[in-house]
C-alpha cells in the first residue's frame, strides 16, 4: 500500500518525546506549561519545545503543540504572545479546543495549522463541517465511535480537505470529551482546563452489582482493529499517554511502529502484542471500535493490570511459580529501559553552538561568519555561512562599527534556537563605519538562512476587542422544558420556552416534529451528543418545521442552522469562557447569542467583551450535569440483565440511581428515555447573586425546569418557581428581589452556585 499512515505519540516530557522520536513515531504531540490539558505531565519550557522540535525534525518526526484548553479572557494577552512565538518555532499544528483560537489564528497568526481536540467531541457530519469552516486542518474524531461510524465521518472530512485521528492506544474516559465537569464541580479542577481529578477512577461504596469501581474502563487498545482502520482511511493513529513516562511511550510507540510497518510491507497484522501487556494498563478493550458495548468494558480496579496479565496467560498457581513470573515481567521491562537508554543516551535538545565571526577592512564589505556547531547520533558536525553587505566599509570619526555596538545589534539574534559562545571581530578594522540599515539587513540575512530559508514572521500586535453594550437595558427570562404538559407554562408568562430534544430518537419518528408544530411558540433545544441517525433526525426535524431560532449545545446543528440562514444560539455545553469564542462563533456561523460558561466565575465573567449585536446568556439555575456517556452506568451499579447495550436500549431505558464514594458524597444517575446515561451533582445548581451582581452583561438569565437529574429528586411546583424567578429576574425593587431569592433558596434547599465563586 501507498497511502501514508501517520503514528502520533504523546510526550509529557523531554525523554518521553525522545522515547517516541526514536521508537519510529511520525509526530509527537506535547504540551507547555500552561494551555494544556494534561497539566499533571511534565510538560516543556519553551526552550525545551524549540529543542523538541528541531531533535524531532532530524528524525522527519512532525511536533504538534496542544493548546487545549478553555481560555479565559485575562489569559488572551499571553495566549497572544506565545502564538506570536510560535510562529516562528517551526511547529507543524496546535492542538486546540478553544474555539477563540481559531478566530485568533485565522486572522492573525494564518501560517499556524490548527488540529480541533478530542475536547471538542466530534462525533457527526456537521461538526466536520463546523471545524472546516472554522479552519481545522484536522480532527480528532471522538473515542466512543465505532468503525463503520469513524469510516462514513473520515469520508465526509476527506471532501472537505480535513484529516482525522483516532484513539487507538491508552486510557479511556467514560464520559464523553470535553463533556465531563465532575472534577470542576466536585474540586473544582476542571477537565476543560487539564486539571482532571479523574472521579471515574475513584473508590465507591460498593453497588448492588458488587463493585467498588463502577466508572472505571478497560484502557483502549485497537492494536487488532489495525486493517479496519486502514480501511477507514484514517490518517492518524494517536497513542494516549501524556502523563505516562518515557518506557511506557517508547514500549508502545516501537510496538505499534513494528505493527504498522509489517502492515504495510505485507499486508498482514503482527500477532504479537505482549509487549503493550508489559507496561502500565487496566486490561484492554476495543469495544467502542467494534460497537459493542458490553459489561467486559468495565475493570474493577484502576491500577496497572500488567502483572496480573502475566500470571494470567503463564497459568501460574503456586507461590514459587507466581514470583517466577513477575521476576520474568520485571527482567523484561528492565530490558526494554535499558534498549531505550542506550537508544536516547546521544539525543539532545540543547541549543546549537553559534559563533559570529565579523571581518572586514577599509573598502571591503562588511562580512558575517556564522560557525555552526551541532552534535547529531553523538559526532560533532560544523556548519559555516558567510554572509557581506553590499556597501562598503569607510573611514569615520563618529560611531564606529565596535564590537560593543556589534553585540548589541546582535545581542538576542536568533535566541530561540542558538546560543552565541562568542563575537569575534578580531578582524575587523578600527574607525569604520557602514550604514546602519546595511547592519540590520546583514543581521535580517542571516535571521533567515539559520531558520532554514524561511522567513521570521513579524511580531503582531492584536488589538483589544470593543465592548458592546447590549441593546436593551432590561434583561429577560427563558425557561426550559421537556414533556409536552409543561407547556402549559407558556400561557402564564412572557418567558422564551425551550424544548429540550432527546439525544436519541426512532428513525422515521415525527413526535417531536408533531409537538412543535402544534407549539410553534416552542424553541427547539438540541443536546450535545448527536451521533448517526440521531443527528440525521435533529437535522430532519429542523428541515420539517423551519424553526425561527434555535440553541444548539452541538456545533453539527449549529453549523446546519447557519447553513439554512436559522438563528440560533450556542448552548451552556460549547464551553464559551472569552470573548474571541463568542466572536468566532458569530463571524464564522452567523451565531446570534451564546450561553457564558457556568464554569467560570464573577471576575472571569465580567471581563469578556461582547461582540456587536450579540446576545449574552447565563443559567441561573439547573441540575448539575456530571458526565455523560455512551456506556452504560447501570451494568456496575444497579445491575442489568442484558449483556450489551442494544439499539433499543437509548429509547426506552429509564432507570435511576444513586451512587456515593468513600468520601460519602452522592451522585444521581439519571437515564431518560431517549437519553445517555448521566450522573447529576447532589446539588442543583442556583445563582441568584449574578441578577445584581452582572445584571448589566447578560440579555438573558435561564432556568431549567425539565426535573431531569434533579439531585434531590425534589420536585418543585413550578409556576411557584417561575413566578419569583420573575420576580428576581424583573422587579426593580431590590427588597422584592431579595425576597424572591430567600424564597428560591428555601424551595431549592439542596442547591450551590460555587462554580460561580470559585471559578476556572
Known amino acids: 500500500m501507498s497511502r501514508t499512515i501517520e503514528l502520533l505519540a504523546p510526550g509529557g516530557g523531554v525523554e518521553a518525546i525522545k522515547a517516541a522520536v526514536i521508537a519510529g513515531a511520525n509526530a509527537v504531540y506535547c504540551g507547555l506549561d500552561n494551555f494544556n490539558a494534561r497539566n499533571r505531565a511534565a510538560n516543556l519550557s519553551y526552550d525545551d519545545l524549540t529543542g523538541v522540535i528541531r531533535l524531532a525534525h532530524k528524525y522527519d518526526c512532525d511536533v504538534f503543540l496542544t493548546v487545549n484548553v478553555v481560555i ?81 465521518l473520515t469520508t465526509v472530512a476527506h471532501d472537505h480537505d480535513v484529516l482525522t485521528e483516532v484513539f487507538v492506544h491508552g486510557a479511556l474516559c467514560i464520559a464523553f470529551s470535553g463533556q465531563c465537569y465532575s472534577s470542576s464541580v466536585s474540586v473544582g479542577n476542571s477537565g476543560n482546563r487539564g486539571s482532571c481529578s479523574q472521579a471515574c477512577r475513584d473508590e465507591y461504596e460498593i453497588t448492588d452489582a458488587g463493585n467498588r469501581f463502577p466508572l472505571n474502563l478497560k484502557d483502549n487498545s485497537a492494536y487488532f482493529d489495525l486493517p479496519q482502520l486502514v480501511d477507514a482511511q484514517v490518517d492518524s493513529l494517536k497513542i494516549e499517554g501524556r502523563i505516562k513516562n518515557a518506557h511506557y511511550v517508547y514500549t508502545v510507540t516501537d510496538t505499534w511502529r513494528k505493527s504498522i510497518d509489517t502492515f504495510v510491507a505485507s499486508g498482514q497484522l503482527a500477532p504479537d502484542d505482549s509487549n503493550l501487556h508489559r507496561v502500565f494498563n487496566r486490561d484492554f478493550t476495543n469495544s467502542f471500535l467494534q460497537g459493542n458495548l458490553a459489561k467486559d468494558m468495565f475493570i474493577d480496579n484502576p491500577r496497572d493490570h500488567s502483572i496480573e496479565h502475566a500470571v494470567e496467560k503463564s497459568s501460574a498457581k503456586t507461590v514459587i511459580q507466581i514470583q517466577e513470573v513477575k521476576d520474568g515481567l520485571f527482567a523484561k521491562k528492565n530490558q526494554l529501559g535499558e534498549e ?98 546595511e547592519l540590520t539587513q546583514l543581521k535580517n540575512q542571516a535571521a533567515y538562512l539559520l531558520n532554514h530559508e524561511v522567513e521570521l514572521v513579524p511580531f503582531v500586535d492584536v488589538p483589544p476587542l470593543q465592548n458592546h453594550p447590549k441593546k436593551d437595558v432590561k434583561h429577560s427570562l427563558s425557561i426550559l422544558i421537556a414533556d409536552e404538559k409543561d407547556v402549559a407554562l407558556c400561557d402564564v408568562t412572557d418567558a422564551d420556552v425551550y424544548f429540550k430534544l432527546p439525544e436519541s430518537w426512532k428513525k422515521g419518528c415525527d413526535k417531536y416534529i408533531d409537538i412543535f408544530k402544534r407549539h410553534p411558540q416552542l424553541i427547539p433545544w438540541f443536546p450535545a451528543v448527536l451521533i448517526g441517525k440521531d443527528y440525521d433526525e435533529s437535522v430532519r426535524l429542523l428541515e420539517e418545521i423551519q424553526p425561527a431560532r434555535i440553541v444548539s449545545n452541538n456545533t453539527g446543528i449549529a453549523y446546519q442552522a447557519y447553513a439554512m440562514g436559522i438563528e440560533w444560539i450556542a448552548g451552556p455545553f460549547l464551553n ?98 431517549g437519553g445517555y446515561p448521566s450522573i447529576y451533582n447532589h446539588e442543583q445548581f442556583l445563582n441568584t447573586d449574578i441578577v445584581s451582581d452582572l445584571g448589566e452583561l447578560f440579555d438573558e438569565f435561564f432556568i431549567d425546569l425539565t426535573n431531569i437529574g434533579a439531585g434531590s429528586k425534589q420536585e418543585h411546583d413550578k409556576l411557584e418557581l417561575l413566578k419569583h424567578f420573575e420576580t428576581l429576574i424583573h422587579q426593580a425593587s431590590e427588597d422584592h428581589k431579595q425576597q424572591a431569592a430567600t424564597q428560591l433558596s428555601q424551595m431549592v434547599s439542596l442547591s450551590t452556585s460555587a462554580q460561580y465563586i470559585q471559578g476556572l
Do not use: W
Open 576 to 673: 464559551t469562557t472569552n470573548s474571541y469564542a463568542l466572536l468566532t462563533l458569530q463571524e464564522e456561523l452567523n451565531c446570534a447569542g451564546a450561553f457564558i460558561s457556568n464554569e467560570i466565575n464573577r471576575m472571569q465573567i465580567k471581563k469578556i467583551s461582547r461582540p456587536d449585536n450579540f446576545k449574552l446568556v447565563y443559567s441561573i439555575y439547573h441540575p448539575i450535569l456530571l458526565m455523560t456517556s455512551r456506556q452504560c452506568f447501570f451494568q456496575q451499579t444497579v445491575g442489568c440483565n442484558k449483556p450489551t447495550i442494544e439499539d433499543g436500549c437509548m429509547l426506552k431505558c429509564e432507570k435511576a440511581t444513586t451512587i456515593t464514594n468513600v468520601k460519602g458524597v452522592s451522585f444521581a444517575v439519571d437515564k431518560q428515555r
Open 72 to 152: 479565559l479572557e485575562q489569559e488572551l494577552p499571553s495566549l497572544i504572545k506565545l502564538l506570536n512565538k510560535l510562529v516562528n518555532s517551526g511547529v507543524d499544528g496546535i492542538i486546540v479546543q478553544d474555539v477563540g483560537i481559531f478566530n485568533l489564528v485565522k486572522k492573525y497568526f494564518p501560517s499556524l495549522d490548527i488540529h480541533a481536540s478530542t475536547q471538542l467531541t466530534t462525533h457527526n457530519e456537521g461538526q466536520i463541517k463546523f471545524l472546516a469552516k472554522l479552519g481545522a486542518s484536522r480532527l480528532n474524531l471522538s473515542r466512543e465511535l465505532n468503525i463503520n461510524e469513524i469510516k462514513a
Open 340 to 437: 531505550l537508554t542506550e537508544k536516547i543516551k546521544y539525543l539532545s535538545i540543547a541549543k546549537q553552538p553559534l559563533r559570529l565571526t565579523f571581518s572586514g577592512q577599509f573598502n571591503q564589505p562588511l562580512r558575517l561568519t556564522l560557525s555552526i556547531g551541532d552534535t547529531v547520533d553523538g559526532i560533532d558536525t560544523h556548519k559555516t555561512h558567510t554572509l557581506q553587505t553590499e556597501s562598503t566599509l569607510r573611514t569615520t570619526k563618529d560611531l564606529p562599527i565596535t564590537q560593543a555596538v556589534i553585540e548589541k545589534r546582535f545581542k538576542n539574534f536568533a535566541s530561540q534556537d542558538y546560543n552565541i559562545t562568542a563575537f569575534d571581530c578580531a578582524e575587523l578594522g578600527e574607525g569604520l563605519n557602514i550604514p546602519f540599515k
